[in-house]
């Protein structure tokens, strides 16, 4: 998919295939329309062989694009009123076959708008990334939006990124010799709450901040990633908005299938907030008890679930800072 107009009709495809382009009243707007089968059949085959010369192990389908009402043409073999539906089916038949043909590749959605962040397509894909922008109150706003409907293993988003220019509302360098310990932390703990990676040049790091990450990356297979897997998402605060709106504080409470073990994540965003804040956590037995620990700081007390969910848990964070917070129950006489 091409944003530009000039670059989308300077395309070979639209060269070549003038008859693949999905139009509205005769415009174009900007996809191939899969609702013609000699257009699917295309697409096949270019994944196919790009998955195959390249020796493709991961990859990510974007479709940065309103379709509207979808494609009203009526020589592609759809009927004038059902195009977008039949180009949907008629993709999720595209990514059934190459999985077929390819099992080992991993099928990353991607959209920003384009109707391709829900249930119908995660069947046939692998994961998600939900947003090309990142930024932490971004990322959480969506991760609090997106874990409304899936499950946190298949979201991806950093909590930053060496992405330059328009969508860099904050910045943050990880080169910067005044950055804090505790606000690195809070950027890539933000990343560790669905599918962990990094978006940015790894080999000029500061030693310190290389070593920072191999201790989350460490801290995420161990710690984390079984919680992502298996657990059950709660959010415990409302949800974060971009550009200083919505909640400032984030809370998200993981809860192992069992009830045995939870995990909580922490966050405080800049902007107007008290530096204390009560979290109450969610689906605890409440006559057991709890041996509550901060990955930061060791272990902070033991409580019965009731406490944990009545009076909570008072964290003092200051602005852009987090905290990762382990809750096991105890054996009866432990
Ligand atoms: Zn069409």
């Known amino acids: 998919m091409v944003r530009d107009r000039g670059a989308r009709a300077r395309a070979a ?92 590749v991993i099928l990353e959605s991607c959209s920003s708008g384009g109707l391709r962040i829900d249930l119908g397509l995660m069947k046939h894909t692998h994961t998600t990334f939900l947003s090309d922008p990142d930024w932490p109150e971004h990322d959480l706003q969506l991760f609090w939006g997106a874990t409304t409907m899936l499950a946190p293993n298949v979201c991806l988003h950093w909590g930053y990124c060496d992405w330059l220019g328009e969508h860099r509302y904050q910045k943050f360098d990880p080169r910067d010799p005044s950055l804090t310990r505790e606000r690195l932390d809070c950027y890539t703990r933000i990343s560790m709450l669905g599918g962990f990676g990094f978006s940015q040049k790894l080999p000029d790091l500061p030693a310190w901040v290389a070593e920072r990450f191999a201790h989350h990356i460490r801290v995420y297979r161990e710690t984390v990633a079984p919680f992502v897997r298996e657990a059950d998402v709660y959010r415990l605060t409302d949800q974060p908005k971009r550009f200083a709106r919505g909640e400032r504080w984030a809370a998200f409470q993981y809860a192992k299938p069992d009830g045995r073990e939870h995990l909580l994540f922490v966050f405080r965003l800049h902007g107007r907030s008290r530096k204390l804040r009560t979290i109450h956590l969610t689906a605890l037995d409440p006559a057991a008890r709890y ?32 905290d990762l917070v382990w809750i096991r129950k105890e054996e009866n006489g432990a």
Not at 41 to 49: C, G, H, M
Not at 296 to 316: C, P, Q, S, Y
């Open 291 to 322: 041996a509550v620990s901060s990955l930061d700081n060791g272990k902070l007390m033991t409580r019965t679930g009731a406490e944990l969910m009545e009076d909570g848990i008072v964290f003092e964070l200051n602005e852009e800072e987090s």
């Open 13 to 104: 495809l639209a060269r070549n295939h003038p008859e693949f382009a999905a139009t509205r009243d005769g415009e174009p707007i900007g996809y191939v329309c899969l609702g013609n089968p000699a257009a699917q059949e295309w697409a096949f085959e270019t994944l196919d062989r790009l998955i195959t010369e390249y020796n493709c192990d991961w990859i990510k389908l974007d479709y940065n694009l309103d379709p509207g009402a979808g494609c009203n043409r009526t020589d592609h073999g759809h009927g004038a009123g059902d195009g977008l539906f039949e180009h949907i089916s008629a993709y999720y038949r595209l990514l059934e076959r190459v999985r077929a043909k390819h099992p080992h």
